[in-house]
């Protein structure tokens, strides 16, 4: 029977957590890298033990910047002051789509009291659609193939609903028109399937910056819809501005390059007599995009 003061029973456990975990040295090297941080960010513990924590595996963000180094870093500034301390930041995961995180950072002390290193422990802050939810919506083909978001068809259809919702009961809601740019330029010169995954990649971080209070929706190849209920204009403005920023901070490792996509967003409240038409184009108007395009012009799968 195992001894519950032996001292591997304790990193069995802090191993196992689904909350992320790891332990950094006084030289900045990780030392440690549990269970929860491999599912979080992606990167497994091969990746990253003996790496330094300065090579910006995880590159924290916050809302005004990337790259948190020197004394506006976490591990840095519980390093230097021994201090614990708690942020809400961004992970760059390694399939490259921003993760929003609560992280806590704490100093380890040996018996003399002198700083040794540095624990940071971090949970992701989205709360996802659940498995069931998707596989029904794949099922019936309401999901577009190549971002596994909502299609056209079923965003037309909840942008229906809040419409009418909006005409009976007055519930506003607004949108955001996400146009990626240089889209065809992009596929040209890195090929589709490289395209393909930097879709995957601005999806899953539009997914999470949205949480689960708006709805996702690709809308034809080079542009997103964003549906977000029951938000003032302000509110709307801020999502638009966090997404436009995680999107933009976020890359793709292929073939040994890191590639980016750049986005424009745009957004509209909705108001009294709006259509469809109508409230995409004074979004679209504000991303840089032209006005409606036809229906036939939707991507849901591989051509």
Request: aromatic share 6%; charged share 25%.
């Amino acid at each position: 029977m195992m001894d519950l003061q032996d001292p591997n029973l304790f990193r069995t456990i802090l191993d196992s957590l689904p909350t992320g975990v790891y332990l950094v040295g006084r030289d900045g090297k990780i030392l440690f890298w549990n269970d929860g941080a491999e599912r979080i960010t992606g990167f497994r513990r091969h990746e990253v033990i003996g790496r330094s924590c300065r090579e910006n595996i995880l590159l924290h963000c916050n809302q005004q910047r990337c790259k948190l180094c020197g004394v506006a870093c976490p591990l840095t500034g519980a390093m230097n002051e021994g201090k614990a301390g708690d942020a809400r930041v961004y992970f760059r995961h390694k399939a490259g789509h921003q993760v929003p995180v609560h992280v806590r950072t704490v100093a380890v002390r040996n018996p003399q009291g002198l700083i040794v290193g540095i624990a940071e422990s971090f949970d992701e802050q989205m709360a996802g659609e659940t498995d069931n939810r998707r596989l029904n919506l794949a099922a019936h083909g309401c999901l577009d193939v190549i971002t596994g978001v909502m299609n056209q068809a079923l965003t037309r259809s909840y942008l229906r609903e809040h419409l009418a919702f909006f005409a009976e009961y007055d519930l506003p809601f607004g949108i955001l028109s996400i146009r990626i740019e240089a889209l065809e330029q992009f596929r040209a010169a890195h090929g589709r399937d490289a395209a393909d995954d930097s879709l995957h990649v601005v999806a899953e971080t539009m997914k999470r910056t949205l949480g689960t209070a708006g709805f996702l929706g690709r809308w034809i190849d080079d542009q997103f819809l964003a549906i977000v209920p029951n938000c003032t204009g302000a509110e709307l403005n801020q999502t638009g501005e966090s997404m436009q920023f995680s999107i933009n901070s976020s890359e793709i490792r292929w073939w040994g390059d890191l590639l980016s996509i750049k986005v424009s967003v745009g957004h509209a409240m909705v108001d009294v007599g709006d259509n469809v038409e109508s409230l995409l184009r004074r979004a679209e108007r504000g991303a840089g995009t032209p006005v409606l395009r036809s229906k036939s012009a939707t991507v849901n799968a591989k051509s």
